[in-house]
T-cell receptor, first 112, second 110 residues
């Protein structure tokens, strides 16, 4: 099993550009999440999904959008990138009970 | 005040030492997770616990629900244990979404 796969690993964006961070899991987990990790800060929840077709906002959703058309995929869309979105982004998944929480390897995004 | 507080923020130990990292939280939780993050690397789940104690190899995690406190212990520490250790909680009625502590940066010197 590959677990949670995130692409790309690194990206530099110019202010105002858009991009999609890809996330795929092969563990048939219902729950998927996007977190961001800023230097010296704890991870914060951007969006989450409890199943295909269902998404909801987390603590810091502004400037992002998500979709969940299949159980496996949970892409994160950045529209009009801003320097404040410079961060490391982690996708994660878990079964309903939470045991077996699995994180992707992260995407380091810099907006200049 | 953060809902999840870890101490210490930074810890340096000599190889072989016994290490304790502490986590306190101020909300009702359904579970607590200990995670490990190597420099520039991804995040790995070490433990998920809702009561008592769990052990895996040289790692031991305990939780006291009444005191809202958890500890992660590393016995016979080794330089490869050098990493950031993160405490995170699943808050009651918030599904599986995690609220994270700020992490403890551990360096084990040979």
């Amino acid at each position: 099993n590959a677990g949670v796969t995130q692409t790309p690993k690194f990206r530099i964006l110019k202010i105002g550009q858009s991009m999609t961070l890809q996330c795929t899991q092969d563990m048939n987990h219902n729950y998927m999440y996007w977190y961001r990790q800023d230097p010296g800060m704890g991870l914060k929840l951007i969006y989450y999904s409890v199943g295909a077709g269902i998404t909801d906002k987390g603590e810091v959703p502004n400037g992002y959008n998500v979709s969940r058309s299949t159980t496996e995929d949970f892409p994160l869309r950045l529209e009009l990138a801003a320097p404040s979105q410079t961060s490391v982004y982690f996708c994660a998944s878990s079964p309903q009970g939470g045991y077996g929480y699995t994180f992707g390897s992260g995407t380091r995004l810099t907006v200049v | 005040k953060n809902e999840v507080e870890q101490s210490p923020q930074n810890l340096t130990a000599q190889e072989g030492e016994f290490i304790t990292i502490n986590c306190s939280y101020s909300v009702g939780i359904s579970a607590l997770h200990w995670l490990q993050q190597h420099p520039g690397g991804g995040i790995v789940s070490l433990f998920m616990l809702s009561s008592g104690k769990k052990k895996h190899g040289r790692l031991i995690a305990t939780i006291n629900i009444q005191e809202k406190h958890s500890s992660l212990h590393i016995t016979a520490s080794h330089p490869r244990d050098s990493a950031v250790y993160i405490c995170a909680v699943s808050v009651n009625n918030a599904g599986n979404m995690l609220t994270f502590g700020g992490g403890t940066r551990l360096m084990v010197k040979p």
